[in-house]
C-alpha cells in the first residue's frame, strides 16, 4: 500500500480511503486469524465477508450464494413493484408481462452465468431461481397459485430457469473450456419442434385372445 500511496503522490492522484474494502479469500476449514490491518492514507481499510465485483457479489470462500440470492431479490421486488399495475380484471396484457421478463428479469437473473452457474448443484439455490420464475408466470397465466411450476412454464411457453443456466456449458465449449463428452440443452424455436406423433413409438400386436363379454341386467319386480 505504500507503493500505491507513493505512486498516487508522484501523480496527483488521490484515493478516497472510504471506498476501497479489503477481504481475504480462503477455503480452509481450519479456524485461524483472519483480521488484517491494511492503511490507505495512513487511515485502516474496513474487512469484509463479500463484496461486489462488476455486478457479482463475491463471498470470503468463493462461493455465489450470495450473489443467487441477490439476484433472486432484486428480481423480486422488481415483480412485486407489477402488481398494481397487473391484475387480473385490469393492467398489462400478458404479452407485455412477457417482454417484460424477457428484457428485464431474465438478464438479471442470469448475468455472470458461466462464473457461478456450478452453484447451481445445490437444491436451495435451484429453489431460489424457481420462486422468482414462478412468481413472474403466475402474473403472465393470470393462474392460481396452486398451480405447478412446470404447468405454469408450459402455459407461458417459458423455458424452465434451472435449464437457462445451461448456457453457461454452452460458453464454456465456445471457448473450448468443457469436456468434449460434455452433453448441454440448446434452445429450440417452438416452431421446430418435433410432433408428438412423429417421437412415439407405437407397439402393433397382432395376436390377441378373445374375450367373452358377459352383461347382466337386474330386474326390477
Excluded at 477481504?23 to 490491518?37: A, F, G, Q, T, Y
Excluded at 391484475?87 to 452465468?113: D, R
Excluded at 465449449?173 to 412415439?200: C, F, I, Y
Amino acid at each position: 500500500m505504500s507503493k500505491i500511496t507513493a505512486w498516487s503522490t508522484n501523480n496527483k492522484i488521490n484515493f478516497n480511503e472510504d471506498k476501497p474494502k479489503v477481504m481475504i479469500i480462503s477455503r480452509r476449514k481450519r479456524k485461524e486469524n483472519k483480521e488484517i490491518n491494511i492503511y490507505l492514507n495512513n487511515k485502516p481499510l474496513q474487512q469484509v465477508s463479500t463484496m461486489k465485483y462488476l455486478g457479482i457479489v463475491i463471498d470470503n470462500k468463493f462461493k455465489f450464494s450470495e450473489h443467487i440470492s441477490y439476484a433472486a431479490e432484486r428480481s423480486s421486488k422488481f415483480i412485486h413493484s407489477l402488481s398494481k399495475s397487473a391484475k387480473l380484471t385490469w393492467g398489462l396484457h400478458h404479452e407485455a408481462l412477457q417482454t417484460i421478463y424477457k428484457g428485464a428479469i431474465l438478464p438479471l437473473l442470469l448475468y455472470g452465468t458461466p462464473v457461478w452457474a456450478e452453484d447451481m448443484r445445490f437444491e436451495y439455490n435451484r429453489l431460489k431461481y424457481i420462486r422468482v420464475q414462478r412468481l413472474m408466470n403466475i402474473k403472465i397465466a393470470n393462474a392460481f397459485r396452486t398451480t405447478s411450476s412446470e404447468a405454469l412454464c408450459i402455459l407461458d411457453g417459458t423455458t424452465p430457469i434451472i435449464i437457462r443456466t445451461e448456457a453457461a456449458k454452452q460458453y464454456l465449449l465456445r471457448k473450448g473450456k468443457g469436456a468434449l463428452t460434455q452433453s448441454t440443452d440448446l434452445e429450440v424455436e417452438l416452431k421446430n419442434w418435433p410432433h408428438p406423433a412423429d417421437v412415439a413409438a407405437f407397439i402393433e400386436v397382432k395376436e390377441y385372445d378373445d374375450k367373452i363379454i358377459q352383461i347382466y341386467r337386474r330386474e326390477q319386480k
